[in-house]
């Protein structure tokens, strides 16, 4: 069955960096744009970024720009997010999902790895 | 401040029916498709609606969506209390060309 696995959360401090991994398995992971969503303790759902399913473009919410980077790994049908400079603000779950022609909806979604800044 | 206006909460009787209304602009709303997510507290979030009022599969028709210019509704019949949950819209924004979420409504099934 499609499935995504993420991983690479932890506790960390301000201003450090962390990468988090994203498995896909069950369907081509090589023709579908990958997104992160976040969200932080008892909040809603925030978009963080996206990827097209070639890496050609890649889209940012503005608070991560220069920050945070998206990228993507078709032969280990891996997602990654670097994430840089990282901010108490930064402390969430964060989920990845599979997009829909790019960005119009998200039909698969991860169990989640949480990021604490503190 | 979610760029996509969702009520913080709404409530209905088991049996019931229960509309979940999401606004925003032209840029979102407007020229892009509405999706919506069901998300149970400490799981992952899960489509409901995709393309303004498409269910996928396995989704059960008490659930539908509609879209009417810059704003989208979610609408439940026959409540239960499994369908107490948050419920989220959810769009891209071509100004911003980013993915943009509505706050998130709870529904309490009294």
């Known amino acids: 069955q499609m499935q995504l696995v993420e991983s690479g959360g932890g506790v960390v401090q301000p201003g450090t960096s962390l990468r988090l991994s994203c498995a896909a398995s069950?369907?081509?992971?090589?023709?579908?744009?990958m997104h992160w969503v976040r969200q932080a303790p008892g909040k809603g759902l925030e978009w963080v970024a996206v990827?097209?399913?070639?890496?050609?473009?890649?889209f940012y919410i503005e608070s991560v720009k220069g920050r945070f980077n998206i990228s993507r790994d078709n032969s280990k049908k891996t997602l990654y997010l670097q994430m840089n400079s990282l901010r108490v603000d930064d402390t969430a779950i964060y989920y990845c999902?599979?997009?829909?022609?790019?960005?119009?909806?998200?039909?698969?979604w991860g169990q989640g790895t949480a990021v604490t800044v503190s | 401040q979610s760029v996509l206006t969702q009520p913080p909460s709404v409530s209905a009787a088991p049996g019931q029916k229960v509309t979940i209304s999401c606004s925003g602009i032209?840029?979102?709303?407007?020229?892009?498709?509405v999706s919506w997510y069901q998300q149970i507290p400490g799981t992952a979030p899960k489509l409901l609606i995709h393309?303004?009022?498409k269910r996928p599969a396995g989704i059960p028709d008490r659930f539908s969506g509609s879209k009417s210019g810059t704003s989208a509704t979610l609408g439940i019949t026959g409540l239960h209390t499994g369908d107490e949950a948050f419920y989220f819209c959810?769009?891209?924004?071509?100004?911003?060309?980013?993915?943009?979420f509505g706050g998130g409504t709870r529904l309490t099934v009294l």
């Open positions: 032209r840029s979102n709303i407007g020229v892009n498709f």
């Open positions: 959810a769009t891209w924004d071509n100004s911003l060309s980013a993915g943009v």
């Open positions: 393309d303004d009022d």
């Open positions: 069950g369907f081509d992971f090589n023709i579908y744009a």
């Open positions: 990827i097209w399913y070639d890496g050609t473009y890649t």
């Open positions: 999902a599979r997009g829909i022609r790019n960005y119009d909806y998200l039909d698969v």
